[in-house]
Nanobody, 115 residues
Framework: QVQLVESGGGLVQTGGSLTLSCAVSMNIDSIYGLGWYRQAPGKQRELVASATMNGRTNYTDSVKGRFTIIRDDAKNSIYLQMNSLKPDDTAVYYC?????????WGQGTQVTVSS
């Protein structure tokens, strides 16, 4: 099974920055698309950012211009740089294949943005 381990979450004030990390237990050179998802209380899980092996990236409108997804194939990791954080960004963040989340979900990492 592919293991996905998220880390880097925490408590940050509105306008702050945070970088999340995802370690993948396989060579991600062979994975076409990877992404970051989030789930806020009472809401459905949503894909917020994705990146393909050929360098294409996509972002949901609410994070465009603030978040950056990075693939580091040499480290079998992906990262999510988050700037100008808002309270609406508060959620548990997960990584997975994208746009189809084919792997089992990891535990996620909690991001809380205080106002």
């Amino acid at each position: 099974q592919v293991q996905l381990v998220e880390s880097g979450g925490g408590l940050v004030q509105t306008g702050g920055s945070l970088t999340l990390s995802c370690a993948v237990s396989m060579n991600i050179d062979s994975i076409y698309g990877l992404g970051w998802y989030r789930q806020a209380p009472g809401k459905q899980r949503e894909l917020v950012a994705s990146a393909t092996m050929n360098g294409r990236t996509n972002y949901t409108d609410s994070v465009k211009g603030r978040f950056t997804i990075i693939r580091d194939d040499a480290k079998n990791s992906i990262y999510l740089q988050m700037n100008s954080l808002k309270p609406d960004d508060t959620a548990v963040y997960y990584c997975n294949f994208a746009p189809n989340a084919a792997a089992f979900w990891g535990q996620g990492t909690q991001v809380t943005v205080s106002s």
